[in-house]
């Protein structure tokens, strides 16, 4: 059997994708009484004192690959949707049409980098506005950063969508396999963004 492109679960990547844009920081809400409503989760740290990261200096997508190596195992590139541009890294390994005989050969891995801003939101604060999809982990924290996680697992698609957000510098990180468990989770997504932030 074949199956279009368009069955790639992409789903968690552009769900994400949309909670970020929504949860981005902005000015508070005012109200007619002049007094400021909910805003977005306040900045971490002491005023946005950690160091501002610039983008990595990779040139290619094999340099992405060198890392995430295990979860892209048997998953070509999908060259006409990945590049490396000044401002942004976008790399895709995704089953082909041509090579899918049954659902479970449908695979995705995606790694997106792009600029930030010089303040990330603060988890304690994001988890009191009911935004808990922030989190903390020591690693993180040495950089100034914070990150996001969605557990996509369901019953048809094994996977997961995060984010690791350090000033400057956004990364997210989706997995998704058709039919079979995820192999990305929090403490390795984590462990891979930083390890691309150091390329």
Same mark, same amino acid.
């Given at each position: 059997?074949?199956?279009?492109?368009?069955?790639?679960?992409?789903?968690?990547l %552009?769900?994400?994708?949309?909670?970020?844009?929504?949860?981005?920081?902005a000015?508070?809400? +005012? &109200? /007619? !009484?002049?007094?400021?409503?909910?805003?977005?989760?306040?900045?971490?740290?002491d @005023?946005?004192?950690a160091?501002?990261? !610039?983008?990595?200096?990779? &040139?290619?997508? /094999?340099?992405?690959?060198?890392?995430? @190596?295990?979860?892209?195992d048997?998953?070509?590139? #999908?060259?006409?949707?990945?590049?490396?541009?000044?401002?942004? =890294?976008?790399?895709?390994?995704?089953?082909?049409?041509?090579?899918?005989? *049954?659902?479970?050969?449908?695979?995705?891995?995606?790694?997106? =980098?792009?600029?930030?801003?010089? *303040?990330?939101?603060?988890?304690? !604060?994001?988890?009191?506005?009911?935004?808990?999809?922030?989190?903390? $982990?020591?690693?993180? *924290? *040495?950089?100034?950063? +914070?990150?996001?996680?969605? $557990?996509? /697992? &369901?019953?048809?698609?094994?996977?997961?969508?995060? &984010?690791? %957000?350090?000033?400057?510098?956004?990364?997210?990180?989706? $997995?998704?396999?058709?039919?079979?468990?995820?192999?990305?989770?929090k403490?390795?997504?984590?462990?891979?963004?930083?390890?691309?932030? #150091?390329?």
């Amino acid at each position: 059997m074949t199956a279009p492109r368009s069955l790639i679960p992409v789903i968690p990547l %552009l769900a994400l994708a949309g909670f970020l844009a929504g949860c981005a920081p902005a000015a508070p809400a +005012v &109200s /007619d !009484e002049g007094s400021a409503g909910p805003s977005a989760p306040a900045a971490a740290g002491d @005023g946005g004192t950690a160091a501002v990261r !610039e983008l990595p200096g990779i &040139s290619s997508c /094999d340099q992405v690959a060198a890392v995430v @190596g295990d979860y892209i195992d048997g998953i070509p590139l #999908d060259e006409e949707n990945s590049y490396v541009q000044p401002d942004a =890294i976008s790399c895709a390994w995704v089953t082909p049409a041509d090579a899918v005989s *049954e659902l479970s050969d449908i695979q995705s891995f995606t790694v997106d =980098i792009s600029e930030g801003m010089d *303040e990330v939101p603060d988890a304690d !604060e994001a988890a009191g506005l009911g935004m808990d999809m922030y989190f903390d $982990d020591p690693r993180l *924290e *040495e950089v100034g950063g +914070v990150g996001l996680w969605m $557990d996509a /697992d &369901s019953a048809a698609v094994g996977g997961g969508t995060g &984010s690791v %957000l350090v000033p400057g510098v956004d990364i997210v990180i989706s $997995d998704s396999r058709w039919g079979q468990d995820g192999r990305l989770t929090k403490d390795s997504l984590v462990s891979v963004a930083l390890a691309l932030l #150091d390329l």
